[in-house]
């Protein structure tokens, strides 16, 4: 199975992965477990961090279209021309865990269902900031996504920075200290039955 999931690394299928028309960055088995998710929970407010080109803000937008419910806040460190327009989508320019930015996010969470999405720099230090940050704001039952665990010999792009070192590793090791750390958030199994994700143990559902 690591074999497969290399493979389909490799080929590069995520990274040719469309949703009309713009680029989502995302294996099509993601995609589907997002849609669960979002289906499952019909949050009232999605965060996501780490905006890109917004392919995945917008997916995301639409299956709020399809429930009839909620919107979505994206942070990004760096502005982009022509990300895709939608009434739902808020996209903001700014470091995920300056207080600038958490701070209205915060506040706009309370009394809310929130699920939040990572995938901004993928340095572990930096994940696992994120997760300590955001991990309040998800609401119980709901779900923190961890992307890309699969980085850092996960099975792929192993020595996902020269040279290794704890503060330089990926998500994958963000996801195991932050679960050591909370005992109200676990990994959800169920979301590895597709077999090929970028998120191997990324998907956090937060207990009550």
């Known amino acids: ?17 469309r949703w009309m028309g713009v680029p989502v960055l995302k294996f ?13 929970t019909k949050p009232d407010l999605i965060i996501e961090t780490g905006t890109y080109n917004g392919g995945s803000a917008f997916f ?17 460190v760096e502005p982009m021309p022509d990300r895709p327009q939608h ?33 901004s720099s993928h340095l572990a230090s930096h994940v696992l900031a994120e997760m300590r940050i955001y991990a309040d704001l998800v609401s119980v039952g709901s779900y923190m996504v961890v992307e890309d665990s699969n980085i850092n010999g996960h099975p792929v792009w192993p020595g996902y920075t020269e040279p290794p070192n704890p503060e330089a590793s ?3 090791e963000a996801i195991r200290r932050f679960v050591d750390e909370r005992g109200d958030f676990v990994i959800d199994a169920l979301k590895h039955r597709l077999l090929v ?10 207990l009550g």
Not at 32 to 37: G, R, S, V
Not at 60 to 76: E, F, K, M, P, Q
Not at 197 to 206: A, D, M, S, V
Request: with cysteine; charged share 20%; net charge negative.
């Open 197 to 206: 994700t970028n998120n191997p143990n990324g998907y956090l559902k937060r």
């Open 1 to 17: 199975m690591r074999a497969v999931q290399a493979l389909s690394f490799l080929q590069n299928g995520w990274g040719m992965c």
């Open 170 to 172: 990926g998500p994958m």
């Open 60 to 76: 995301l937008a639409h299956l709020l279209d399809l429930i009839g419910h909620g919107r979505i806040v994206t942070v990004d």
């Open 28 to 40: 099509p088995n993601d995609l589907m477990l997002y849609q669960e998710i979002v289906f499952e």
């Open 87 to 119: 009434p739902r989508i808020t996209y903001q320019t700014g470091s995920s865990i300056d207080p600038a930015i958490v701070d209205p996010l915060r506040a706009e969470a309370e009394g809310k269902t929130v699920l939040v999405s990572l995938d």
